[in-house]
């Protein structure tokens, strides 16, 4: 797996190799390229790179000036300290939106969907087609923060949940963002095919989904992947229809 990176500072290239390497000692982690000029002669001479991880301003310029000229079968990660690309880098097949500091788990998260897409059946490109005639359905958020608004990348939600009558995306670095929508207006902008509203209170996208447990009431509960999951069990009103969703996506109970 050879993961580029794009990255005028040396101390967070250095961050980012030793993150990568801690993942794993097997990717291939070629950098840094701190200009728009170096990055593009290198992509005109390679043509085997999996993961481009990209800070978006480079030091002579915007790394979307390099990614124009990028294959679609490469996955992109933007790591940033600018929140008002976000919206821009969606444009290209980007997997995540990362703020600095970068978040350890924020980015394994994020490499490990690229890893999963390049060993499946389907490429990258296949991948962001799909995305892009999915294009009805809701990718991001505007969420209010102190100093104004944000944007959240849907790829970048755990899962949603509505407490004391207010709608929160939760991330995965647990941080959680009000939302000024209510779950079920959230639940008919979402791809059914990816994401599903589970009971009254949680919607989860269905690569979260570690299993279902069939509980002695006849109820079932809902586990998701990685730790502190929340306790989700499954609406009543709603098993048939999750079920099915889970099976056709080859997760059985």
């Given at each position: 797996?050879?993961i580029?990176?794009?990255?005028?500072?040396?101390?967070?290239?250095?961050?980012?190799?030793?993150?990568?390497?801690?993942?794993?000692?097997?990717?291939?982690?070629?950098g840094?390229?701190?200009?728009?000029?170096?990055?593009?002669?290198?992509i005109?001479?390679?043509?085997?790179?999996d993961?481009?991880?990209?800070?978006?301003?480079?030091?002579?310029?915007?790394?979307?000036?390099?990614?124009?000229?990028?294959?679609d079968?490469?996955?992109i990660?933007?790591?940033?300290?600018?929140?008002?690309?976000?919206l821009?880098?969606?444009?290209?097949?980007?997997?995540?939106?990362?703020?600095?500091?970068?978040?350890?788990?924020?980015?394994?998260?994020?490499?490990?969907?690229?890893?999963?897409?390049?060993?499946?059946d389907?490429?990258?490109?296949?991948?962001?087609?799909?995305?892009?005639?999915?294009?009805?359905?809701?990718?991001?958020?505007?969420?209010?923060?102190?100093?104004?608004?944000?944007?959240?990348?849907?790829?970048?939600?755990?899962?949603?949940?509505?407490?004391?009558?207010?709608?929160?995306?939760?991330?995965?670095?647990?941080?959680?963002?009000?939302?000024?929508?209510?779950?079920?207006?959230?639940?008919?902008?979402?791809?059914?095919?990816?994401?599903?509203?589970?009971?009254?209170?949680?919607?989860v996208?269905?690569?979260?989904?570690?299993?279902?447990?069939?509980?002695r009431?006849?109820?079932?509960?809902?586990?998701?992947?990685g730790?502190?999951?929340?306790?989700?069990?499954?609406?009543?009103?709603?098993?048939?229809e999750?079920?099915?969703?889970?099976?056709?996506r080859?997760?059985?109970?």
């Open positions: 797996m050879k580029l990176i794009l990255e005028d500072e040396i101390y967070n290239f250095r961050m980012l190799r030793r993150m990568l390497e801690d993942m794993s000692q097997s990717y291939n982690i070629v840094p390229f701190s200009t728009v000029e170096m990055a593009r002669e290198y005109n001479y390679y043509d085997d790179i993961i481009i991880i990209a800070d978006i301003q480079l030091s002579d310029g915007l790394s979307f000036d390099v990614l124009d000229h990028v294959n079968n490469v996955a990660i933007f790591t940033t300290a600018y929140e008002e690309y976000a821009k880098a969606f444009e290209y097949n980007s997997l995540s939106y990362l703020l600095k500091p970068i978040d350890e788990k924020e980015l394994s998260v994020a490499i490990n969907k690229a890893v999963k897409l390049r060993m499946s389907n490429c990258y490109s296949t991948f962001f087609r799909k995305i892009k005639d999915n294009s009805n359905f809701r990718e991001r958020f505007v969420v209010k923060v102190a100093k104004g608004e944000k944007v959240i990348l849907l790829s970048n939600v755990r899962f949603i949940v509505s407490e004391h009558k207010t709608t929160y995306l939760k991330l995965f670095d647990d941080r959680s963002f009000a939302v000024d929508m209510t779950l079920n207006e959230i639940s008919k902008q979402l791809n059914p095919e990816l994401y599903m509203r589970v009971n009254r209170k949680y919607i996208p269905f690569e979260q989904v570690d299993s279902v447990e069939h509980l009431n006849g109820k079932e509960q809902l586990h998701l992947k730790e502190a999951a929340p306790e989700i069990i499954i609406s009543r009103i709603r098993k048939a999750v079920n099915k969703w889970l099976k056709e080859s997760l059985t109970t």
